[in-house]
């Protein structure tokens, strides 16, 4: 299947290579509606952290860090961090505007939340 255009791709691919190339060789393996049931699933993972985050529960909380090991398994659908690069991408998440953009669109302040909740996760999960 060819895959959707990436406005990113260009800059994910100079940047991270490896991880570039994981992410199309999977995504290359899905029909369209796996890919959109991919996405999907993302954006209802995404939803879920929000509304969690909005309540007022910490990052901390069984829950959230049940959804978010539900986006560690969603981001492995792409590629598959370790415990480092996890974290890296949360950061990433608050550092570059143009993702907290997207997750202000969920809820305002989110990135912040969602990079704690995944640095979390991260050390009490991966290795």
């Not at 049931?37 to 901390?60: C, H, M, N, Q, V």
């Not at 370790?82 to 949360?90: A, E, P, Q, T, V």
């Not at 950061?91 to 997207?102: I, K, L, S």
Request: with cysteine; net charge negative; hydrophobic share 40%.
């Amino acid at each position: 299947m060819d895959l959707p255009q990436n406005q990113y791709g260009a800059e994910a691919q100079e940047r991270w290579p490896d991880n570039f190339a994981e992410s199309n060789d999977r995504l290359s393996k899905l029909n369209q509606e796996e890919m959109a049931e991919l996405f999907a699933r993302g954006e209802l993972i995404t939803k879920a952290i929000a509304e969690a985050f909005r309540d007022g529960y910490p990052a901390s909380e069984p829950a959230v860090q049940e959804y978010v090991a539900d986006h560690f398994n969603w981001i492995c659908a792409f590629w598959t961090p370790d415990k480092n690069s996890y974290i890296g991408l949360g950061e990433m998440y608050v550092a570059d505007p143009r993702f907290t953009e997207h997750y202000n669109n969920f809820a305002q302040d989110l990135a912040p939340y969602l990079a704690e909740a995944m640095k979390i996760y991260a050390h009490s999960s991966l290795s």
